[in-house]
């Protein structure tokens, strides 16, 4: 029962308002006069509360609503949202099951393997030009030699490269044309590298660590030879593209043949 004077709610049994102090028994002038007209019980009429306070319960059951939905929707967006995210971690496990199917193509789309192997160019190709010592105008000479030979050399070696994932056997490495120091030190440098990544037998033992910062990713992972009791540690260069990530680089290949047992 509502009083009809300020409108709070009331028991059936109360004669007065809890709120204002106003006696709650109906008047037979207006309600039972009403309920009497319309062929009611007196006993039985119910005092309807006041329109405004109607109004205020119904806004408030709104807002209540409104704020449920707003929240569904924040974590609806959110669930979607994390679940749709790649993962640089998911997609290298893609290429290394594409790699154990020899499917090329998807091989390709996990790890851009002409970037990886620059990348090796680079490093090696580093390395050389600080044991020579040589003065600047000849380092900046052999600098602009290996970058030469990475553009004549690097797209055939690629596709050998694809060509091992397919077939899983070594085949006679593609050879250098050109007849100079660079180009041989890279054409000996890969051949030697790349046999002992495949007769060391490596294999996958998971994620050590993993650090993302953008579209970039690098990733601690530990695989195992025969060669060693210990796990081999390979810092792997990723790069985001459209929805999945993708292998660029293998960091420090100096050290990772070292603990290969190359020297």
């Not at 709650?24 to 309600?31: E, K, L, R, V």
């Not at 971690?89 to 594409?98: I, P, Q």
């Not at 090696?124 to 600098?143: D, H, S, T, Y």
């Not at 593609?174 to 060391?200: E, M």
């Amino acid at each position: 029962m509502y009083c009809t004077s300020c409108g709070a709610s009331n028991t059936s049994t109360a004669s007065f308002c809890k709120e204002c102090g106003k006696a709650t028994t109906p008047s037979t002038s207006g309600a039972t006069a009403h309920a009497e007209s319309s062929g009611q019980d007196p006993l039985t009429v119910h005092i309807v509360p006041p329109p405004e306070r109607i109004g205020r319960e119904r806004r408030k059951s709104r807002k209540v609503w409104i704020g449920v939905g707003v929240v569904a929707a924040i974590i609806l967006i959110f669930v979607l949202f994390s679940a749709s995210r790649p993962d640089p971690e998911d997609s290298l496990n893609h290429a290394r099951f594409a790699y154990l199917q020899h499917d090329q193509v998807n091989f390709d789309k996990y790890v851009d393997v002409q970037s990886v192997l620059g990348d090796w160019a680079d490093q090696a190709g580093n390395e050389w030009v600080q044991e020579q010592k040589p003065g600047l105008p000849a380092r900046l000479i052999m600098q602009g030699g290996i970058q030469a030979a990475k553009g004549a050399y690097l797209p055939d070696l690629s596709q050998w490269v694809d060509h091992f994932v397919i077939s899983g056997t070594l085949t006679q490495q593609p050879q250098s044309n050109a007849n100079n120091s660079t180009d041989n030190f890279l054409a000996g440098f890969f051949s030697s590298g790349l046999r002992t990544l495949v007769s060391s037998q490596l294999s996958y033992e998971g994620v050590a660590s993993k650090s993302i910062s953008g579209a970039s990713a690098l990733l601690n992972v530990n695989l195992h030879t025969p060669l060693r009791t210990q796990p081999v540690v390979v810092k792997i260069a990723m790069q985001k593209v459209g929805d999945h990530w993708r292998v660029v680089g293998v960091q420090d290949l100096a050290g990772l043949l070292q603990q290969l047992g190359q020297s």
